[in-house]
Structure formats: structure tokens, C-alpha cells
């Protein structure tokens, strides 16, 4: 997400993307015989005015579906900004370790 950026870290030039962006991502896992969905993990949403990001995991029959996209609409992120980029990555690190749980059906 954030290439080699510590957000721990002082930051002292704005952040720079090479370009506006847009990435989309779908997968479809079948599940495997004898198994069912007992837990999903809920939609994310962050919006700013620098990018977007959203995610959805649903299931269909005994399909596991993940979708998400995630847009950059400027070049560089000030430094009065920064702030938000960083709940904005964070929300992607937390949206990215998010686990579906499956169990038995039988």
C-alpha cells in the first residue's frame, strides 16, 4: 500500500503516487465440500478527498466472493494531509488481514 513508508515516522515532504490510479480486485473461492460460511467480515469504506477505497466479501451458493477497488484521484498528498492517508492505508491493512470463517456443515 504504502511501499516503504513508516507511518510511525515524521514526515516532512508531501506523498507522492506516480499517477492517479484506479485497481480493482475480484476472487471467487469455491468452498470445499462439507463447509459453509459461519462468519464474514464487514464492508470497508474510506473515502477522502485524495482516494477511495471499498471492499465487500459476500457468498453465493458455495462461492466465496471479495471484491474491492481502490482509487487515487491526485499525484501528491500534502503534508496538512497526511493524517488521512494514513487512517486511509490503515484501512486497507485492516481490511486486508480481515478473515472470512468457515466451519462444518455436517
Known amino acids: ?29 469455491t468452498l470445499p465440500e462439507g463447509f459453509k460460511v459461519d462468519e464474514l467480515p464487514d464492508p470497508a469504506k474510506a473515502t477522502f478527498p485524495f482516494g477511495q477505497y471499498s471492499s465487500m466479501t459476500e457468498v453465493a451458493g458455495n462461492v466465496l466472493k471479495y471484491s474491492r477497488e481502490y482509487r487515487g484521484t491526485v499525484t501528491e498528498v500534502n503534508l496538512e494531509s497526511i493524517n488521512d492517508l494514513k ?20
Do not use: C
Open 1 to 29: 500500500v504504502a511501499g516503504g513508508w513508516d507511518p510511525n515516522k515524521p514526515r516532512h515532504y508531501a506523498y507522492e503516487f506516480p499517477a492517479p490510479f484506479f485497481d480493482s480486485d475480484q476472487v471467487e473461492i
Open 87 to 106: 487512517k486511509l492505508f490503515g484501512s486497507i491493512v485492516t481490511d486486508e488481514k480481515a478473515m472470512a470463517v468457515l466451519k462444518r456443515s455436517n
